[in-house]
């Protein structure tokens, strides 16, 4: 049976949040106690109906991710809601809790990071000899994953030229790591600075973030997988990595799945935060790939290097940045010499709004309210005041645990309790 989905037919998300102390925001490294504690064994996953729990790299991340891909947006955030409570619940007996954004603001990586010691432990430990997966770029740093299905060849190339495009601005709205080692970075978004650089003992790994101009899979092998093989040949005597998992960029083709993975979202401080950030980047998917504001041909005609330039602005001032390339803002429908990455989200919003009304209208309240707010990293700074105590970092923090556990969007949490 054909298994393989056609374009926006179905989702994908992943959810990872760190595993905190209740009274210290320390972190604690206890995924595999917490797995095992429901199934009373060791495991790297928990299948709850429609979310699955999942192990990561290190011990103290959890993910969440929907056990299949589902069309129901509404019903999979709540679906991560009621899992969040059930494991914070159970989190209750090791004195821990949950705690979104992207970045632990204190975590000592050095010191604190312990790698999952259970099944598939062999890939970790040779990620480790070649990386040293001890970095904040490696153990302190949790996104949303965003899985789009595509049929054949030429769903592929639409999907792929439009997400392209739009991977350089997604910081503007979604960057959550602006605080490490108890300072700010100078970045909004640390961790995709992290992301681009942790593994540049193989270049070909990352490559300039943005993918490419490939649009089949034969082009895609030939211009990103192959050349992946080649460089970590030397490292891998046991043949056990496959470019396939190696692949970074920010946005990963999986041609044996038939989807296109987007890896470039900070994760915000709730499920309905995130999933109204998956829904309006859904959306705009929607409007580029049925051509309704520039060409298929235009799309694609854009580089990579062009793009990252883009993308390099965007890591470190998000929603701030001034896109001064109107080339860029026509291929939104803009006729505009520069913008903000705030304004122009503004703008894809509204183009979603006219287009697909029914699909954005559950998300356009959390959505108004994030793009006249700000990032979650603008929003965490604000609150912070430029006070970087330990002790006011743990208290802003401490606002997040709790907009996680009642799916609250982080403004909200602020000026209830003023």
Known sequence: MNTRMHLFQRY??????????????????????????????????????????????????????CSKPEADLVALTE???????????????????????????LMNPEKETFLWPHDNNEIYDIYNRIFN????????????????????????????????????????????????????????DKRLDYYQSNQKVIPEITGKVIPERAFSKRHYHKMIYDPIQLAVAPFDDEHILEPVWLNSRGAIARFDRGSIEIRLLDIQECPKADMAIVALIIGILKVLTAEKVSSF??????????????????????ENTVITNSDYLKVFGLDKEQMTAKELWGHLLELVKVHHPIFIGPWLDVLHE?????????????????IYTEENIKLVYNELTDCLSNNEIFESCVKEKL
């Open 79 to 105: 679906g991560f809601k009621e899992n969040i409570k059930d494991i914070n619940q159970k989190l209750l007996a090791y004195n821990a809790k949950l705690m979104p954004s992207a970045a632990h603001p």
């Open 133 to 188: 997966c001890k970095g904040h770029g490696w153990s302190n740093l949790q996104s949303t994953h965003l899985n789009l299905p595509f049929y054949d060849d030429e769903e592929f190339a639409r999907l792929h030229a439009a997400i392209r495009l739009i991977l350089p601005i997604l910081p503007g709205i979604a960057a959550s790591s602006p605080i490490l080692d108890g300072q700010p970075t100078g970045y909004l």
């Open 370 to 386: 994030i793009l006249e707010a700000g990032t979650l990293a603008t929003r965490i700074m604000t609150a912070l005041d430029g």
């Open 297 to 318: 041909h235009d799309q694609q005609s854009w580089t990579a290097a062009a793009l990252n330039r883009m993308f390099q602005q965007m890591i470190v001032t998000a």
């Open 12 to 65: 994908g998300i992943e959810l990872e949040y760190m595993i905190v102390d209740i009274d210290t925001l320390a972190i604690r490294p206890i995924t595999d106690d917490l797995i095992k504690s429901v199934l009373g064994e060791y495991s790297n996953e928990v299948d709850r109906g429609l979310v699955t729990w999942s192990n990561e790299l290190v011990l103290h991340v959890l993910e969440l991710k």
